[in-house]
């Protein structure tokens, strides 16, 4: 027989991270938009962003966005073995961590812990905030006109800020989300205060003289002319914007 324990945190120890898939009109276009879901596990506050894809770029974003909203960083994440963050899985809870992946845990000072597979039930918290946000959440935005991804993230925020202020705690009879957020808080990591850039390997692209150049290993791909290619130096991929960078003639 099976027997499962019901999982306990303390303030500040754990979040857990997770996408979703929703439908929404964006500039008046129906698009299928990725939502990512972090949520401390002890106070249960939580954030959404909305992305057009699952990316790397996004995952970092996601996790900046997400660490500032809610105030600090916790000293674990809980995943399942996304493919942002998880190049093999091997047996039991042996993973080859993306090196990108890596480099962002180590940046912000936090463990990763992959639940095994065919587990969901190991980061349930932001499971059910995913099934929680669709009716939350989700229902109320089909209501609303956005016209941009970035419109459609300040809606999110406030909607989250909101229902940390409405929404009783499960555990602490008497006090809100908002409330243990605030106690959490004190517990967390604080955020970096010094920006850093880490260089990858893989990430540099080398152009060559064609009529049009176009990037491989990213998705969406893009694409530019000849002339900016035979001159291009650099190539900086973010979550929103590419910039193709070429020196002064």
């Given at each position: 027989m099976r027997a499962f324990v019901p999982l306990t945190f303390a303030l500040g120890e754990a979040f857990q991270f997770d996408w979703s898939e929703e439908g929404l009109l964006i500039g008046g276009l129906f698009r299928r938009i990725q939502?990512?879901?972090m949520k401390l596990c002890a106070s249960r506050a939580f954030w959404l962003v909305a992305y057009p894809s699952q990316g790397h770029e996004m995952l970092f974003d996601a996790h900046t966005r997400s660490f500032g909203a809610l105030g600090g960083v916790p000293r674990r994440g809980i995943y399942d073995s996304m493919k942002t963050a998880v190049d093999k899985v091997s047996k039991g809870k042996g993973r080859t961590v993306n090196a990108r992946f890596a480099v962002m845990c180590s940046h912000y000072l936090f463990d990763p812990d992959f639940c095994n597979v065919a587990s969901g039930w190991e980061k349930g918290i932001v499971e059910k905030n995913v099934q929680d946000s669709?009716?939350?959440i989700w229902?109320?935005?089909?209501?609303?006109l956005?016209?941009?991804?970035?419109e459609l993230n300040v809606w999110l925020g406030q909607r989250c800020l909101t229902l940390w202020s409405e929404l009783p705690h499960p555990q602490y009879k008497g006090l809100t989300v908002a409330d243990v957020?605030?106690?959490?808080?004190?517990?967390?990591?604080?955020?970096?205060n010094i920006e850093r850039r880490k260089e990858i390997k893989g990430n540099e692209v080398l152009l060559s003289n064609e009529?049009?150049?176009?990037?491989l290993g990213f998705k969406p791909a893009y694409s530019w002319t000849a002339e900016v290619a035979v001159r291009s130096d650099g190539f900086a991929p973010a979550s929103w914007k590419v910039a193709v960078l070429a020196p002064c003639q």
């Open positions: 939502v990512s879901h669709r009716r939350r229902l109320d935005a089909q209501d609303c956005f016209h941009t991804f970035d957020l605030e106690l959490e808080r004190v517990e967390m990591m604080p955020m970096p009529k049009a150049k176009r990037v």
